[in-house]
C-alpha cells in the first residue's frame, strides 16, 4: 500500500531528539498539529538528501509556515543522534525542521515506501517523497520515480503545491 492523497496518516511512532534527549513522537501528535509537511529521504549524510533534498526545505521553511504549515519534519531510517547531528549540520534545527527516526524503517516499510539498494548498502530505507497532511490526512504527495532525484518532493514544489 502506498500513500495516497485522502488517506489517513497510519498509527506510527517515530523516534526523535529533544532538549532531553532521545523521544518518541506519534502519527497522532503530527495529526493533532492542522497542517504539516513530512518529507521522506533515504538517509542522512547521503548526497541527494545533503545537497538538495534537506536544504530545499531549509530554504522554504519560513514561506511554508507563511502558508499555513504549522510543523516540518524531515523523515529517514537513520537513529536520533545521527539525524540530530545531520539536520543541525545543515541547518535544521535553525529552520525549525523536526528530524523523525523511522525506527528500523516500520513507517516506511508498512506502507509500501521502501526500498533496498544493496550495492549502496542501503536496505529498507524510505523513498524520497514529501506530503502535506492537515489534520491527519494527506492532501498532497509528491513521491519521486528514482531516489537520487529531489524535483518532485523538493520544498519549492510543496511550497508551490500550496
Do not use: Q
Not at 541527494?48 to 519560513?62: E, G, K, N, Y
Not at 514529501?130 to 518532493?153: Q, R, W, Y
Amino acid at each position: 500500500m502506498a500513500f495516497n492523497v485522502g488517506d489517513t496518516l497510519p498509527e506510527a511512532t517515530f523516534g526523535t531528539m529533544g532538549a532531553e534527549g532521545p523521544g518518541t513522537l506519534s502519527s497522532a501528535d503530527i495529526a493533532a498539529l492542522g497542517k504539516a509537511v513530512i518529507f521522506a529521504l533515504p538517509g542522512a549524510y547521503t548526497g541527494t538528501c545533503s545537497t538538495a533534498h534537506f536544504p530545499s526545505f531549509v530554504r522554504t521553511a519560513d514561506a511554508l509556515r507563511e502558508k499555513g504549515v504549522e510543523a516540518i519534519y524531515c523523515l529517514s531510517n537513520n537513529d536520533v543522534f545521527t539525524l540530530k547531528a545531520w539536520g543541525d549540520s545543515l541547518g535544521g534545527d535553525a529552520a525549525g525542521i523536526t528530524m523523525l527516526a523511522d525506527i528500523g524503517g516500520a513507517f516506511s516499510k508498512g506502507a509500501g515506501m521502501s526500498f533496498t539498494a544493496e550495492p549502496l548498502n542501503l536496505i529498507d530505507r524510505s523513498l524520497r517523497y514529501a506530503m502535506v497532511v492537515e489534520s491527519g490526512k494527506i492532501t498532497m504527495i509528491n513521491v519521486e520515480d528514482n531516489p537520487g532525484v529531489c524535483d518532485l518532493s523538493a520544498g519549492e514544489a510543496v511550497l508551490e503545491a500550496l
